[in-house]
């Protein structure tokens, strides 16, 4: 026979089991992620250019740039951040340049990868390590 006691314990370990995070169940590792987007096609190196800085001193707001001429599509990659995801920025025909400029969090010292899908339907792809003296992501 359950006493109140033993109920209100159940109902409060069930409570904090339904609350835990799941870590990792739904995170993509960095070769997970480039293989989603590009299907596993070759990837061209060059062709694309990220504006970063080389020391960040906080990995909070780190900012970066991506050019890629003929583009109609970026991706940011963050290489050692626990989702390595940072962004998705698609150009259509009003566009301007296919450029973007934002700020990201790096969890430490890692590279950032950009892809950019041609009009082509090819993919290009370059990498910038940037080194982070105070980290981002709990870090």
């Known amino acids: 026979m359950l006493t109140r006691r033993d109920t209100i314990a159940i109902g409060i370990g069930a409570s904090a089991a339904v609350l835990l ?16 987007y590009t299907g596993g096609a ?6 694309v250019t990220i504006t970063a800085p080389e020391i960040a001193e906080n990995g909070n ?30 150009f259509g025909p009003g566009s301007g340049a296919p450029m973007v400029a934002t700020r990201i969090r790096l969890g430490r010292t890692q590279d950032v990868m950009a892809i950019a899908k041609m009009e082509d339907g090819s993919f ?14 709990g870090g």
Do not use: H
């Not at 070759?42 to 062709?47: K, L, Q, S, V």
């Open 42 to 47: 070759d990837m061209a190196e060059g062709g």
């Open 21 to 36: 995070p799941v870590t990792g169940a739904y995170a993509l590792t960095t070769e997970e992620a480039i293989t989603a």
């Open 124 to 137: 290009a792809s370059t990498a910038v390590e940037v080194k982070v003296t105070i980290g981002g992501c």
């Open 61 to 90: 707001t780190v900012p970066i740039s991506v050019e890629a001429p003929g583009a109609t599509e970026i991706i940011l990659i963050a290489t050692g951040n626990p989702t390595p995801n940072v962004g998705r920025f698609t």
